[in-house]
C-alpha cells in the first residue's frame, strides 16, 4: 500500500479562474497549484476515459516536478451492483482503465462510486458489489501490487449504495481498498448528520475499528458544503455559502489530534482550488494553535 507522508489538500478538477487566467490545458495545472500553495489534484474521468496517454503523462511529470500527488475519479457510471452481467463488468472495465490512466499521470487513488439500488434491494446491491469487488481485486492485482490504491466513497443520496459501513466494508476485502470520506455526503446522507467535533470522532473511530490505524491515517477525502433534502444530497455548493454544512474546523482539530494524513479534495463549485487553499489555511491555524496551547 502506497502510504501518504503528510496530510495535502488540492481541487478536484479546475477552477473557473484557472481559465479565466488564460490557462488552457490540465498540463499547466500542477504548477499553477504549487504556486497557490496546494499540493494535490484530483484528476476527473467522470464523464468517461478520454484522455490522451501524452496528455496524462505530460501532467504526470508536471505533477512530479512541483510535488503534486494526484488521484483520478473513475466514471460516474460505474455501477458494480448492476443485475445485468455485462454492465456490471463493463463496470470492472471501466476501473481498470482508470487504473491504467492513473499510471500514466502517476497517481495512486482511483475514487469510484460503488453503485445504486435501483429495483433490487438494498442487500442484493451490496452482494453483487461485494462480488464485483472481489473479482475487480482479482483482475487488478498488477496494478495493487504496484501500490495503487481503490477508494470507493461514501455517497449523499439515500438509494445509493455508500453508506459509511457499506464503504467500510468493502475496504476489508483488501488492504489496498481505502475509503473516499466526502463528509458533504455523509452529513447530506444523515439529513445533516455532522454538527461538532464529537460527531467526526465518530466516524474517525468507526473508521478505524473497521480498518485499522494505519489505513485511517491515510484516508481519501472529498469535503464541499452540502444541500441536502429527505431524499439526501441535493448540490454541492462552496465555504462562503455558510447556510450549508459541514464544517472543516472540527474535522481539522480531529486530524491534528490523531496525527491523520489525508488527502483533502475540495468539490466547491466552480471554486474548489480557492476553498481548497481556505480548508489548508483553516487546518495551519488550528496547527499553531495547538502548537501554542502545548507550549
Not at 111 to 133: D, Y
Amino acid at each position: 500500500m502506497c502510504l501518504n507522508n503528510r496530510i495535502r489538500f488540492g481541487p478536484s478538477g479546475n477552477s473557473d479562474s484557472f481559465y479565466k487566467e488564460g490557462n488552457k490545458s490540465s498540463i499547466e495545472m500542477p504548477k499553477w497549484l504549487y504556486d497557490m500553495g496546494l499540493n494535490a489534484y484530483e484528476y476527473s474521468l467522470t464523464r468517461g476515459i478520454n484522455i490522451k496517454e501524452e496528455t496524462a503523462r505530460l501532467i504526470g511529470q508536471q505533477a512530479s516536478k512541483y510535488d503534486i500527488a494526484v488521484s483520478v475519479h473513475a466514471p460516474y457510471y460505474i455501477n458494480l451492483a448492476s443485475p445485468e452481467k455485462e454492465k456490471a463488468e463493463k463496470s470492472i472495465q471501466y476501473i481498470l482503465d482508470s487504473l491504467e490512466v492513473a499510471t500514466w499521470l502517476g497517481a495512486n487513488r482511483i475514487v469510484f462510486h460503488p453503485g445504486s439500488c435501483a429495483r433490487m434491494s438494498r442487500q442484493k446491491a451490496n452482494e453483487n458489489i461485494i462480488n464485483m469487488l472481489k473479482q475487480l481485486v482479482n483482475q487488478a492485482k498488477d496494478y495493487l501490487q504496484s501500490g495503487l490504491l481503490l477508494c470507493p466513497e461514501t455517497m449523499g443520496k439515500i438509494n445509493q449504495i455508500g453508506t459509511l459501513d457499506e464503504i467500510l466494508y468493502f475496504c476489508t476485502l483488501h488492504e489496498n481498498i481505502i475509503p473516499t470520506l466526502d463528509f458533504g455526503h455523509i452529513h447530506a446522507r444523515g439529513l445533516g448528520a455532522i454538527n461538532s467535533k464529537d460527531d467526526y470522532v465518530k466516524i474517525l473511530d468507526k473508521v478505524e475499528n473497521a480498518i485499522g490505524y494505519e489505513r485511517t491515517r491515510n484516508f481519501h477525502s472529498h469535503f464541499s458544503h452540502i444541500e441536502f433534502t429527505e431524499r439526501g444530497e441535493k448540490k454541492h455548493w462552496t465555504l462562503s455559502d455558510t447556510e450549508y454544512g459541514p464544517e472543516f474546523s472540527f474535522l481539522a482539530e480531529v486530524i491534528i489530534e490523531r496525527d491523520l494524513t489525508p488527502i483533502i479534495i475540495c468539490e466547491s463549485r466552480g471554486v474548489m482550488a480557492e476553498d481548497a487553499l481556505r480548508l489548508k489555511n483553516i487546518y495551519e491555524e488550528k496547527i499553531t494553535l495547538s502548537n501554542n496551547v502545548n507550549i
